[in-house]
């Protein structure tokens, strides 16, 4: 049986959603252990020219939810983009994880060969569902949470590879 869209998206998004959730737990208990203020890592960023970690998380879950909605053929939730804290964050991911797993196997059915049409740098752009999720979405997907882990890991949070990946399921690793 071929991969199905669905297999290819939700599950893995959620995945990763979930362990970005546990990075930021990590953080926040990072920061309550030495007296940081969190604003301080929630600014944090990799080069002046590259966005924070709040922005890096945002995106995400903007990549997420929106190539789900859009393979799903459902509008995309709209999120203001106005979280400052952790738990702000947090419950950002968490709205996001809900939304996706709110869909069905079979609403993705078709998707691969359905045209999906994004905005890049304020124009339009029209792909077909497959080439749209494997060579964009995921992609960015991974970028900004990958950044994310980054920032962390840079800012001094004691994190390792398994903290990224998170629970894979079927394979117990902790």
């Known amino acids: 049986m071929p991969l199905s869209m669905h297999a290819a998206s ?6 990763i959603l979930n362990a970005l959730s546990g990075l930021l737990d990590k953080a926040e208990a990072h920061a309550r252990a030495r007296k940081i203020e969190p604003k301080v890592l929630l600014e944090q960023r990799l080069f002046p020219d590259m966005f924070a970690l709040v ?3 945002q995106l995400a879950s903007d990549f997420a939810k929106g190539a789900c909605a859009r393979l799903a053929g459902v509008e ?3 999120y203001d983009d106005t979280e400052q804290s ?11 994880i809900e939304f996706v797993k709110s869909l069905r196997p079979a609403d993705f059915e078709g998707s691969e060969t359905r045209d999906v049409t994004i905005r890049i740098a ?3 752009v029209t792909m ?6 494997l060579h ?9 949470a990958t950044t994310a882990y980054a920032i962390l890991r840079h800012a001094g949070i004691e994190l390792g590879k398994l903290d990224f990946v998170g ?3 079927g394979l117990v690793l902790r």
């Open 136 to 144: 964009f979405a995921v992609p960015n997907f991974y970028f900004h």
């Open 86 to 96: 952790f738990p702000e964050l947090k419950a950002r991911i968490a709205r996001t």
């Open 128 to 133: 077909k569902g497959e080439p749209y999720l």
């Open 167 to 169: 629970d894979v399921p």
């Open 122 to 124: 304020g124009k339009p």
């Open 76 to 78: 995309v939730p709209v």
């Open 10 to 15: 939700a599950p893995i998004f959620i995945q």
């Open 55 to 57: 922005r890096q998380v």
